[in-house]
């Protein structure tokens, strides 16, 4: 785009421009500016990026938004009244300019592995945009649009959320034509008050479904399975016989992954993918709809599920020299993806014990100590042998465990990561499978990364 058009586009001031400059991206960090691009800074509640405008001149960029008339420079600007809501609105425009397909996922668990399975599966098709990493919310989506070229065939957003009305301004962006929510569980209940609080603010996606468009849900789920629509059309996907897309015959191959069958338009179908727990086989199944909601190739929805790669940190499995087996779902974590991941471990084949590491999990507000008991529960029940805690809030997954019949001594509780890693080598044991679970602010991939890289020998 050129300066002009996005200035007309923003409804906002163009200064210090003598002529029309074109734009070949876009920008929020003063530090990962390409020549060329326009630099939007976001004021933050501990930065302001407007404090780096010329540090973004320097580094490239040919202008930059502000919320404030910076008097003469030598660079041009556009005057707005919020960078960040002009950020989104750009990012509406620019999105459309391309009449092609938007596939949004949203839901408290999953959305990211969902997503690229999605991705993956549509890829065997079409040529796919979808976001980088989890930049799912109001700054990293806008910046993901940006990335939409003519060789696009159609798109692929997640999007997450932590308040009300977040999800409906995605939607408005992006203007969905398929949309996906996973599950409704607690990520986020601190900023919602209630499932029902979360599950109201998951259907904001739907905000501007018209009767073409398809909603994708988990059918199982307590809270979307009473979802009727007559303004568009319903898929629902899950385990249970009255769900659209119904999975049977589950097994898991060892680490390799999942294999299941789906009756397809009165046909048996055989679908494997490459990541172990049922929880994946609900992520699949979401993929499966949407490949066929896009009218695709039965056999090429099966190449891209197979092909499917998880991402670092998201039921990774590796080796130890000394024969732990370590499952490194350490991304993030919520109550529900982390009961998800403990019937993984329940149900991995073992030949010595099964082992928690499980770090704080946030955003629970009120609830997080229920929260955390009930994974200590959860555990308990599941026949886990020893529990590692890490952090203040992780001490109520101790009590949880405790009330369900662990005893004292298979529960280990640290206040970091740092003291935990010290006390690694005196725990476990070869043969032992490790599970390792935590929010993203616990940085628990630093257990991971030294059960990689460290041998656990006791004589050292």
């Known amino acids: 785009m050129n300066i002009v058009e996005i200035a007309r586009a923003l409804n906002g001031k163009l200064i210090n421009c003598e002529h029309n400059i074109i734009v070949t991206g876009v920008s929020t960090d003063s530090r990962k500016i390409n020549k060329g691009q326009l630099f939007i800074p976001i004021k933050g509640l501990n930065f302001d990026g407007h404090d780096f405008i010329e540090k973004a001149i320097e580094m490239g960029a040919v202008a930059s938004l502000s919320q404030y008339d910076l008097g003469a420079r030598n660079f041009p600007y556009i005057i707005v009244e919020d960078t960040q809501i002009a950020l989104m609105k750009l990012a509406k425009y620019y999105r459309s300019k391309f009449n092609i397909p938007a596939v949004a996922v ?6 990211t592995t969902t997503k690229e399975m999605i991705a993956s599966v549509l890829s065997e098709s079409f040529s796919v945009l979808k976001n980088e990493g989890n930049l799912n919310n109001t700054i990293g989506l806008p910046i993901t649009v940006f990335g939409i070229e003519k060789h696009h065939d159609i798109c692929v957003f997640e999007m997450g959320m932590n308040r009300f009305g977040e999800i409906e301004s995605l939607a408005a962006i992006v203007k969905p034509d398929v949309a996906v929510i996973t599950n409704i569980g607690t990520a986020h209940i601190e900023y919602l ?3 029902q609080g979360i599950f109201e603010a998951k259907k904001e996606v739907f905000k501007y479904f018209t009767k073409e468009n398809t909603a994708i849900i988990n059918g199982d789920d307590d809270m979307l399975s009473t979802m009727t629509n007559t303004e568009y059309n319903v898929i629902k996907y899950g385990l249970e016989e009255h769900n659209t897309f119904c ?14 069958s789906l009756c397809i338009d009165g046909k048996k179908e ?6 172990i727990g049922v929880h994946n086989v609900y992520n699949a199944l979401c993929a499966i709809a949407v490949g066929l909601t896009m009218k695709m190739n039965i056999e090429k929805i099966k190449s891209g599920l197979a092909k499917f790669a998880p991402g670092k940190m998201r039921m990774e499995i590796f080796n130890t020299d000394d024969g732990i087996r370590v499952i490194n779902d350490s991304y993030n974590a919520n109550p529900d993806s982390t009961s998800a991941a403990i019937e993984v471990l329940k149900n991995m084949p073992c030949h010595g014990r099964r082992v928690l590491i499980i770090g704080d999990m946030m955003e629970l507000g009120d609830y997080s100590e229920i929260g955390h008991k009930r994974v200590g529960e959860k555990a308990a029940e599941s026949n886990i042998d020893i529990i590692i805690t890490i952090g203040e809030k992780a001490k109520d997954v101790c009590k949880g465990a405790l009330n369900k019949g662990m005893g004292d001594r298979q529960i280990y509780h640290f206040k970091d990561n740092a003291a935990a890693i010290s006390q690694l080598i005196s725990i476990l044991l070869p043969k032992d499978t490790v599970l390792i679970k935590g929010s993203r602010v616990m940085k628990l991939e630093e257990i991971a990364d030294f059960l990689r890289e460290r041998r656990l020998t006791k004589d050292e």
């Open 193 to 195: 008050g209630s499932r």
């Open 247 to 260: 999975a049977k015959n589950i097994k898991q191959h060892g680490d390799e992954g999942m294999e299941f």
């Open 270 to 275: 055989n679908f494997f993918v490459p990541l």
């Open 106 to 111: 949203t839901g408290s668990s999953g959305k």
